[in-house]
């Protein structure tokens, strides 16, 4: 999927340095003079601005949690169950500040979680749902399992994918590079993830969330009627492909 994105980079004419670090930073008259090193050698580049993205991490060490014997982790992280519950009965934690990816969607359902739990429901996270997206150009998106983190964790999969450059609408939108693929349990062709790189990934990674989430099969996505022409199509087609049922190919 990345490689798509450093291909459409190159395209706009990007120069892409990977594997380097960062040395140090010197503000000029009109911008900016990174430092850094790559493969053993020291080099700059000047530009208007620097985005830093390096990460984030939770501000818990100053805020006396500990004084109220609230358990954390060792990166500071507050330990839950799976409804949300710390160590302390009537204190519940949700979002960036605990364990898990750090997205605006995985705090709101992790607080719906906790809201269930404390009502007295018994909801618990299930974690396998959650989109991630990258709004790149192209952009890229996934749900639940891909092809190695599946294998890895002991399912004996069928992985296939449909090509947008055999998608009508992203022909038209002349916006063909891409894919969408499918994770499936072999035995009985339940969906288990989904990756989709191309126009609108952002979007159609939602309709494989609900199969993710609803537990269903690429017969049901292959049976589903998608409009044509759309970019939805290229699910339903990749649920074919499972199936070893293919109407179109690139
Ligand atoms: C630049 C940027 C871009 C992002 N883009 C996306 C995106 O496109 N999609 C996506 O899903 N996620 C995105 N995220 C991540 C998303 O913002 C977080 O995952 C989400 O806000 C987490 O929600 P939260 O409620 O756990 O924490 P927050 O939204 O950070 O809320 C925590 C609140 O606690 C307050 N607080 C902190 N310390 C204390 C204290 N000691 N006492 C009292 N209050 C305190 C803070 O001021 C803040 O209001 C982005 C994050 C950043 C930084």
Not at 94 to 108: N, R
Not at 190 to 208: C, K, M, R, T, Y
Request: hydrophobic share 40%; proline share 3%; with cysteine.
């Amino acid at each position: 999927m990345t490689q798509l994105v450093k291909k459409r980079l190159k395209k706009k004419g990007v120069e892409l340095v990977t594997e380097a670090m960062a040395q140090g930073v010197e503000e000029t008259d009109d911008g900016v003079k990174v430092t850094y090193e790559v493969k053993g050698e020291e080099k700059t580049i000047e530009a208007d601005y620097l985005l830093v993205t390096v990460g984030r991490r939770p501000n818990t060490d100053e805020m006396g949690l500990e004084d109220i014997g609230l358990d954390l982790d060792d990166k500071g992280l507050i330990k839950i169950d799976k409804q949300c519950r710390t160590n302390l009965d009537n204190i519940y934690a949700i979002g960036d500040i605990v364990e898990g990816p750090q997205l605006a969607h995985k705090a709101s359902y992790e607080g719906k979680i906790a809201a269930e739990a404390i009502s007295g429901e018994k909801s618990e996270i299930d974690y396998l749902g959650i989109p991630a997206v990258v709004f790149s150009d192209p952009e890229l998106a996934s749900v639940g399992h891909n092809e190695e983190s599946a294998k890895e964790a002991g399912f004996e999969v069928v992985a296939k994918k449909f090509p947008f450059a055999a998608n009508g609408r992203a022909l038209s939108l002349n916006d063909s590079d891409g894919f969408v693929k499918l994770v499936t349990r072999k035995s009985d062709g339940l969906v288990i993830g989904a990756q989709v790189a191309g126009p609108n990934a952002s979007d159609l990674i939602a309709e494989l969330g609900l199969a993710v989430e609803a537990g269903m099969t690429a017969e049901d996505l292959a049976l589903t009627i998608h409009a044509h022409p759309t970019l939805g199509e290229a699910v339903m087609e990749a649920a074919e492909v499972v199936l070893g049922m293919p109407i179109h190919t690139a």
